[in-house]
């Protein structure tokens, strides 16, 4: 099994940056990739960014530009740098590992609030 456990959400106004966290514990020999995921109450979970094993990045369109995912081997952590913040970024943000025999696993999620 993988824990993930993300920190760093918060209220922030438009034109803002935060960044955010997951820390990464478990089974960690399996994960192919790891990323970040968002939702707004009543709609689906949406694909933000991925960071794989290999350090190759993928991008939502919604975010290329403004956000950037990085990790940190040594402190089983990855990371959401977000700039230039929108009302739309407003949801729960959840961090997510995809593994290789295991499936997907995810965080507790943690809310990013942009006021206009």
């Known amino acids: 099994q993988v824990q993930l456990v993300e920190s760093g959400g918060g209220l922030v106004q438009a034109g803002g940056s935060l960044r955010l966290s997951c820390v990464a514990s478990?089974?960690?020999?399996?994960?192919?990739?790891m990323g970040w995921y968002r939702q707004v109450p009543g709609k689906q979970r949406e694909w933000v960014a991925t960071?794989?094993?290999?350090?190759?990045?993928y991008y939502a369109d919604s975010v290329k530009g403004r956000f950037t995912i990085s990790g940190d081997k040594s402190k089983l952590t990855i990371y959401l740098q977000m700039e230039s913040l929108e009302p739309e970024d407003t949801a729960v943000y959840y961090c997510?590992?995809?593994?290789?025999?295991?499936?997907?696993?995810w965080g507790q999620g943690t809310q990013v609030t942009v006021s206009s």
């Open positions: 997510n590992a995809a593994t290789s025999r295991y499936g997907n696993y």
């Open positions: 478990g089974n960690m020999y399996s994960i192919k990739s």
């Open positions: 960071i794989t094993t290999a350090r190759t990045k």
